[in-house]
């Protein structure tokens, strides 16, 4: 058996049937006996509509155009920039500091070391068509040219180093596709 | 993949039509909110239009551990409390701990007063406007959240006791000034 403190404590949550089974049978047995803790059942039955009843917030007419129209103002929906943007850039660089760099290196550098350098870069052109052309694939650029296979030593070098910036800024690009 | 956190990965890929479908889906919510903790029509609507971008700024950041209602009833909750500390809204508002002692003298009143007369929901309404903020987020949240406590307490990182007594006092408040029949200013 509960008394009137512990009845008139539980009202809320009897009213939101916040109570097992056996806490309720005791209020109900606590409530058929006792007529103050009836009234105060009473009054918080009243309390409880008016706030369950209290009505809810309006929106605006126009309330969600105007959310997007300040989301735009404030840079949070603009249209992120297109797939091929950035990587035709990342491209562009790398083909322009490997040409400069190739060309520094076929000035200075002797025989010898250039022919073996050829070598090795002919080899990678062989990844070059694969390279550019998932390059080419990924971002919705031209596809893959047919590269020249007669060039000089100097050409090769520098083809061999676009070859290996153009697989890295891929794979930077493919890496950051990922994690976005 | 829940419809929901469907929604949220195209609210992320800043999917127009998601946050379109997000801002109406819960804009009722946040304008509830808004209108119970303010009480000023003249900046509800500011409010939820900064409570939907706070949201998607923050949108990337939410990790599902919570439901997106729950989420943005605590950026709305936060939003309420900031524009509550502005000089406009700021007034004393009653004391919980001093009225409970009324509220002892008052209780056993309860039989002797006639309540059918009273406009009750526009006395309620004023007298939930006197609560502390965190009381009277409580009581809101309580009716929109399907009385359930443990939701209460997710959205405003309180323990689950604190909002039980939160709870308890706010509406022995509210029956203790009803009851007392005080003219609302």
Not at chain 1, 39 to 59: F, H, K, Q
């Amino acid at each position: 058996m509960i008394d009137c403190p512990q009845c008139q404590d539980s009202l809320a949550d009897y009213l939101g049937a916040n109570l097992t089974a056996a806490e309720r049978a005791a209020m109900q047995a606590h409530l058929a006996a006792c007529p103050a803790c009836r009234l105060e059942l009473d009054l918080e039955t009243r309390l409880d509509a008016c706030l369950a009843g209290a009505p809810a917030g309006s929106p605006p007419p126009g309330f969600t155009g105007r959310v997007l129209t300040r989301a735009r103002r404030e840079g949070l929906l603009t249209a992120p920039e297109p797939r091929w943007y950035a990587p035709a850039l990342a491209f562009a660089a790398s083909l322009a500091a490997a040409l400069l760099g190739a060309y520094g290196y076929a000035s200075l550098a002797p025989r010898g070391s250039l022919d073996w350098a050829a070598a090795q870069a002919q080899r990678a052109l062989a990844w070059a068509d694969v390279a550019v052309t998932r390059m080419a694939g990924a971002t919705g650029l031209p596809g893959a040219q047919a590269l020249p296979r007669d060039l000089g030593p100097a050409e090769v070098l520098a083809a061999g180093a676009i070859v290996v910036l153009i697989t890295v800024t891929w794979a930077i690009y493919e890496t950051a596709s990922e994690t976005t | 993949m829940s419809e929901e956190q469907e929604l949220v990965r195209r609210c992320v890929q800043r999917d127009e039509s998601a946050w379109t479908e997000l801002v109406e889906r819960f804009q009722v919510m946040v304008f509830t909110v808004a209108d119970r903790m303010v009480h000023d029509s003249a900046v509800t609507e500011d409010m939820a239009q900064e409570v939907f971008m706070r949201v998607f700024r923050n949108l990337p950041a939410f990790r599902g551990e919570a439901r997106l209602s729950t989420w943005i009833y605590r950026i709305a909750y936060r939003v309420c409390l900031e524009e509550l500390d502005k000089p406009r809204h700021r007034r004393t508002h009653l004391s919980l701990d001093a009225d409970a002692a009324a509220g002892e003298v008052l209780a056993g009143q309860t039989d002797a007063v006639e309540l059918a007369d009273v406009d009750l929901r526009q006395e309620t309404a004023y007298w939930l406007s006197r609560l502390p903020p965190a009381y009277r987020m409580v009581l809101t949240l309580y009716y929109l959240q399907e009385r359930r406590y443990a939701e209460i307490a997710e959205v405003m990182e309180l323990p689950l006791g604190t909002v039980k007594t939160y709870l308890h006092r706010a509406r022995r408040f509210l029956k203790d000034h009803l009851v007392a029949g005080e003219p609302v200013a």
